[in-house]
Structure formats: structure tokens, C-alpha cells
């Protein structure tokens, strides 16, 4: 049988592990899932007959390299800083990989070696990135194909809680790494093109500027900028380009809400609060508050940020119970950022029947024949419970399509790469149809820069 070996089995693994074991018989396909963890990866197995779990330290050098050895292709679903040592062991053997995560430089500077040993080192093929340059790429060539000339391009999308599970004021539950929902637009100002001007925005103003998106069925949503969207300039070929603009997709009012957090400094992961094991949630707020013994935290905090008592932004503090005297913290030396993700924790997890939903939105304005047009391209996935969830649905399934492709020898070309290939996105976007995953185009008059952006 033909060995796949998917080291890491986080939330992303249950669509993944199903779709592999489900072509293990036509396929002649046996999967080893590999963690720290068996506990969730044996239940979603379900003693498969096709399938095995294997106790896996990282780090222990001697079992990962025995684990590599005794494969025919690696699925890494670690944390993107794991890569490396088993990128360089699947290289050793002589094994292909693939991977969810961005290309690290690191990673790209094996290549060379790569393409010596005719390997294929995928990367960036789950939701975003993935199927956001897959689903780009087949309009962007669609456009030139046909001699157009590409003037806007911009990017959205969204990991939001589905709207029958939609049970808070906030409109979202965590569907992803809570961490990375907590520390999302930090590490530099946000940067991108807007009708041939550089724009910048400061992580401190981030999500003072969104953009209103419709999306047909569901209403409106509101995008703030991803930090850095002119890298992609030349990864998609667009050095012409005069708007160019990614950004994550919210529902209309959590950007006004989540900046009240950034304000106060409660995103903040770079130094510890002392005795935060010991604090309440009412004393971590009142932390970032002036001393004042005449005035309650609410009182003091309404007056900082200028909330009226009947905005909805107070009523949205009320429910995630930051005032709570009694609620402890329970994190030692734990940073802002940590205090605030446990925070959240209580109220924005997702319970067992409740269903997620990704929406990703493309818009596309270009030149043909002397005419401007623009195309808008949009995908909704809805998941079907908390363990195979619309996160798990478009991160994992790219993934499993691209390693059975691979292995099959239906996707050939060596190297370090990422999907943006017809030979990748083609057979990949047309099976990922064939599982409900679909993006829906209509045609619209010339708009250049979205004129919703909403600076409050």
C-alpha cells in the first residue's frame, strides 16, 4: 500500500484524515496520523482498517526521521515554525511534503536542492492561503488569456460563525487559533495600493478602516486590511497593478468593537502583568485605567473611550463579563494578549452542534479591448459541527486533493512551491466543486477602489 504520513492532527485535521481514509480503498492508501495526542486523531480514525496512529514528539530526531523514512509522501500540519526539520528529513529520503502554511524563507532557500531531487514541496494550499491563490489565479489567467489587462485586484476573507449558530452580539466564535484572532494586524502597518498610491495603516488605526463587502444570501460584511498585500504584486504577476488590497472578513460592527481592546493595550503580547493568576477580569481592565477611587471601572472606562451608556459597543463589552469581580485569570505571567484570548475562550467557543462558515470575496477590474470592466467572484461554505467544521472543510480538503494529485503523478513540476500553476489550481478548484466548496461570478460596471471604505 502507499503510505501517506500527516504529522499534526489539529483542528484542521478532521476533513483532511476523512477524505484520505475515504480514497484509501480505490487508492490503495494507507494513513498514518502522527501527534502528541492520540486522543482526538483515534477518534476521528475510528479504527479505519486503512489507517494507524502514531505517539510522535517532534523533536525527537531518531522516531520523526523513521516515521519520514517509511513514507511515500508527508503531510505537515504543524505549527508553520515546525516545518523546517521535516521539510530537510523529506529531503534526506527523498520524500514529497505538503503543507498548509506560507512559504518561510527557509523553506524557499531549499529549492535548489528540491528541484535536484525532482521533488515537489508544496506549501500554502489550505483556506488562506490556498484556496485564495487557486480561486485568484484561475480568474487572473482567465483575464490575460483573453488579452485583458489587469487594473484592481482585492482580496477577502472570513472565518465567522454561521448565521443559525450566531448566538452573540459580536457575530463571531472562533473557528481558528484564538491566539492568532487575538494578535491579528500586529507586526507592522498594513500596506497596500490603492489606484496607483502606496497606502499605509498603523496597527493602532487598523480597524478604524474597513470596507464594506455584500455578499448575495448573507448581507453585508465589513474587511480590515491584512497586514501586507504588495507581496503580491509578484506573486500573482500583477506589477501594473494600481489597487491592490487584501484584507479579513468580519460582520458590520466587530472592527468599531475589537478596536476598543487595541485602545486599552489588551491585544498587547510583549511584556507580563504581574500576579495575573491572582486578578479578575475586573482588575486586568482596570489595569489599563487611571487610579481613581471615586469612580467604578465601568464609569472610568466609558469616560476613556467615550461609550455612551446605550451604544451597542457597551453592550458588547457587558457580554464577554470583563467586569466580572469573581471571573480569576488563572494564567501566570501571562501577557495581555493571553489574558484576553482565555477571556474570549468563555464566551466565543464554539459548542458541539454549532456550525461555522467561511466567506471569501474576490473582485477583479481589468482592461479589454479598450473597455473597463469587473468581475466579482464569491465563496460560502457553511460547516456541519464543531469537530468538521467549514475551517477544517477549506483548509483540509486542498490539502488531501494536492497530496493524492502528487502522489498520483497528476501534479509534476518540482520545486518549493505554492498553488498558482494551472497544472495545481485546475484539477484542485474542480474537485473542491465536486465537494460543495464553489465560487459564484457576476459581472459589475468598473468601480476601481471600493468606494464603501467606512473610515468612522
Same mark, same amino acid.
Given at each position: ?68 523514512k517509511n513514507s511515500d509522501i508527508v503531510i505537515s500540519m504543524l505549527p508553520a515554525h515546525l516545518h523546517l526539520n521535516v521539510a530537510k ?59 485583458? @489587462? ?37 507586526? %507592522? ?27 448575495? %444570501? ?18 500573482? %504577476? ?20 475589537? *478596536? ?33 477611587? *471615586? ?34 485569570? @488563572?494564567?501566570? *505571567? ?30 477583479? &477590474? ?16 457553511? &460547516? ?11 483548509? %483540509? ?25 494551472? @497544472? ?11 465537494? &460543495? ?20
Open positions: 500500500m502507499r503510505k501517506i504520513l500527516l504529522i499534526g492532527a489539529g483542528q484542521s485535521s478532521s476533513s483532511l484524515i476523512t477524505y484520505l481514509l475515504q480514497k484509501s480503498f480505490k487508492e490503495n492508501l494507507h494513513l498514518t496520523v502522527a501527534d502528541v495526542s492520540l486522543k482526538h486523531v483515534q477518534t476521528i480514525l475510528n479504527n479505519h482498517e486503512n489507517s494507524s496512529s502514531l505517539l510522535l514528539d517532534i523533536f525527537n530526531e531518531v522516531e520523526r526521521k523513521k516515521a519520514i528529513d523529506c529531503l534526506l529520503f527523498g520524500k514529497n511534503m505538503v503543507t498548509a502554511s506560507y512559504i518561510s524563507k527557509e523553506m524557499k532557500a531549499l529549492n535548489e536542492y528540491v528541484v535536484e531531487k525532482n521533488l515537489i514541496f508544496m506549501n500554502e494550499i489550505g483556506l488562506d492561503p490556498g484556496i485564495d491563490h487557486m480561486s485568484a489565479m484561475q480568474v487572473i489567467d482567465s483575464i490575460r488569456d483573453k488579452g485583458g @489587462e489587469m487594473l484592481l485586484f482585492e482580496s477577502f476573507t472570513g472565518g465567522l460563525v454561521a448565521p443559525e449558530s450566531d448566538t452573540n452580539l459580536w457575530n463571531y466564535k472562533f473557528t481558528w487559533n484564538p491566539r492568532n484572532v487575538v494578535l491579528a494586524g500586529q507586526g %507592522g502597518a498594513a500596506k497596500f495600493l490603492q489606484e496607483g498610491k502606496y497606502k499605509y495603516i498603523p496597527y493602532h488605526k487598523l480597524f478604524r478602516r474597513t470596507e464594506i463587502l455584500n455578499i448575495d %444570501g448573507y448581507g453585508k460584511f465589513e474587511g480590515y486590511a491584512n497586514r501586507d498585500s504588495l507581496k503580491y504584486k509578484n506573486i500573482y %504577476g500583477l506589477d501594473d497593478i494600481l489597487t491592490l488590497y487584501r484584507g479579513t472578513i468580519r460582520r458590520v460592527g466587530y472592527s468599531r468593537a475589537w *478596536n476598543i481592546f487595541v485602545q486599552l493595550g489588551m491585544t498587547d503580547d510583549s511584556y507580563t502583568i504581574e500576579d495575573s493568576e491572582h486578578m479578575s477580569y475586573r482588575d486586568f481592565t482596570n489595569s489599563f485605567l487611571a487610579y481613581n477611587t *471615586n469612580d467604578s471601572v465601568e464609569l472610568k472606562l466609558r469616560h476613556y473611550l467615550k461609550i455612551d451608556q446605550d451604544d451597542i459597543i457597551w453592550e458588547k463589552l457587558l457580554e464577554l463579563n470583563i467586569f466580572n469581580p469573581t471571573k480569576k485569570v @488563572e494564567l501566570v *505571567n501571562a501577557t495581555p494578549a493571553q489574558i484576553l484570548e482565555k477571556i474570549l475562550k468563555d464566551s466565543w467557543t464554539l459548542e458541539e452542534d454549532d456550525k461555522d462558515m467561511i466567506v471569501m470575496q474576490h473582485q477583479f &477590474g481589468f482592461e479589454l479591448a479598450g473597455e473597463k470592466h469587473q468581475i466579482e467572484s464569491s465563496m460560502v461554505c457553511i &460547516g456541519d459541527n464543531q469537530t468538521y467544521t467549514a475551517m477544517a472543510k477549506t483548509v %483540509g480538503l486542498p490539502v488531501a486533493i494536492a497530496t493524492l494529485k502528487i502522489l498520483n503523478g497528476e501534479i509534476k513540476t518540482p520545486g518549493v512551491q505554492l498553488p498558482i500553476s494551472k @497544472e495545481v489550481y485546475e484539477p484542485i478548484l474542480k474537485e473542491l466543486e465536486e465537494n &460543495g466548496i464553489i465560487f459564484k461570478e457576476k459581472n459589475l460596471p468598473y468601480l476601481g477602489y471600493n468606494p464603501d471604505e467606512k473610515i468612522w
